[in-house]
Nanobody, 121 residues
Framework: QLQASGGGLVQPGGSLRLSCAAS????????MGWFRQAPGKAREFVSG????????HYANSVKGRFTISRDNARNTVYPQMNSLNAEDTGIYYC????????????????WGQGTLVTVSS
């Protein structure tokens, strides 16, 4: 079970750090991903990280601004989001899966409920 948190309202140019807490004993062997869905748009991949945290990848739209990390001792994954802009607005979902290099939602089989991020002045 995944629980995402940390969303909220932030001004353009600001930063936000989301969290996704996982229950269960398989967290350290699971790839974790973040996806987002903007109003009226399809869900899209944001970033992903391997089970041991030694591999991370990002959508081109967030590369250089977002950093994903994980703490396997706390069963938690964190995307640090900097230089936010209006296009980053949406519901952010965390998900777990088996393929650390995947950026498609069908490869992730467990999903959190989502947390809303709104970037606005």
């Amino acid at each position: 079970q995944l629980q995402a948190s940390g969303g909220g309202l932030v001004q353009p140019g600001g930063s936000l750090r989301l969290s996704c807490a996982a229950s269960g004993r398989t967290f350290s062997s699971s790839a974790m991903g973040w996806f987002r869905q903007a109003p009226g748009k399809a869900r899209e991949f944001v970033s992903g990280i391997s089970g041991r945290g030694n591999f991370a990848h990002y959508a081109n739209s967030v590369k250089g601004r977002f950093t994903i990390s994980r703490d396997n001792a706390r069963n938690t994954v964190y995307p640090q989001m900097n230089s936010l802009n209006a296009e980053d607005t949406g519901i952010y979902y965390c998900a777990s899966g088996r393929r650390p290099t995947s950026n498609v939602d069908r490869d992730f089989d467990s999903w959190g409920q989502g947390t809303l991020v709104t970037v606005s002045s």
